[in-house]
């Protein structure tokens, strides 16, 4: 299967700082990318769809200034977590969905577990 | 838009029993449904999954079963064995279009050994 690679796998930080996640879809073209962010026992939430060369579409809830989205190219999106805070403190998960074959599969990255002191 | 409901969230079994997890989605448009095994700390992975022109679909010890009528999904698990205890997800899209998943709450399943 295709292969999503997601960069850092954890990341420590300070209130305050910013941080930023890369996604990348090695082996495959993804015009879309999709931001999940997952709290400890609970279930995988959309934060946004993130479409090459577009601003991402953010869901109902999330603020966009604070998650800001980037999707530069047809293999890279990235998450920045701007002024990070503890209740940002989650894993994140990016997931593309691939150009050349539309059966709905969709590829996750490894998760990025951000913990914010 | 999309809302899907899983249950039951926590489910235990005996080793080499069977285990049922059922989930219902509310838009009628959803066309793909599915089936994620998620271990602690680690990316989802997807098990199976089924496309709304298909009723049934089975993949050795594993099936999932489909009503487009009721808009509900069930997945199956057969002889189950101590490594199948993980959290199951359950999700729904549409093949066209967005193409975003939306997940169901997950289920934490237990084998007893």
């Known amino acids: 299967g295709a292969v999503v690679s997601q960069h850092p796998s954890w990341v420590i930080c300070k209130s305050g700082t910013s941080v930023k996640i890369e996604c990348r879809s090695l082996?495959?073209?993804?015009?879309?990318m999709f931001w999940y962010r997952q709290f400890p026992k609970q279930s995988l939430m959309l934060m946004a769809t993130?479409?090459?060369?577009?601003?991402?579409?953010?869901e109902q809830g999330v603020e966009k200034d604070k998650f800001l989205i980037n999707h530069a190219s047809l293999t890279l999106s990235t998450l920045t977590v701007t002024s990070a805070h503890p209740e940002d403190s989650s894993f994140y998960i990016c997931?593309?969905?691939?150009?050349?074959?539309?059966?709905?599969?969709?590829?996750f990255g490894e998760g990025s577990r951000l913990t914010v002191l | 838009g999309e809302n899907v409901e899983q249950h039951p969230s926590t489910l235990s079994v005996q080793e080499g029993d069977s285990a049922v997890i059922k989930c219902t989605y509310s838009?009628?448009?959803?066309?793909?449904f599915p089936w994620y095994k998620q271990e602690l700390g680690k990316r989802p992975q997807l098990i199976i999954d089924?496309?709304?022109?298909?009723g049934e679909k089975k993949d050795q010890r594993i099936a999932v079963t489909l009503n487009k009528t009721a808009k509900h999904f069930s997945l199956h698990i057969t002889e189950t064995q101590p490594e199948d205890s993980a959290v199951y997800f359950c999700?729904?899209?549409?093949?066209?279009?967005?193409?975003?998943?939306?997940f169901g709450q997950g289920t934490r399943l237990t084998i007893n050994p």
């Open positions: 997931s593309a969905a691939g150009t050349l074959a539309n059966t709905g599969e969709l590829f």
């Open positions: 082996d495959f073209q993804a015009t879309t």
């Open positions: 993130s479409n090459e060369g577009s601003k991402a579409t953010y």
């Open positions: 838009d009628s448009a959803s066309n793909y």
């Open positions: 089924i496309r709304s022109n298909v």
């Open positions: 999700a729904a899209s549409m093949i066209q279009g967005a193409q975003k998943l939306v």
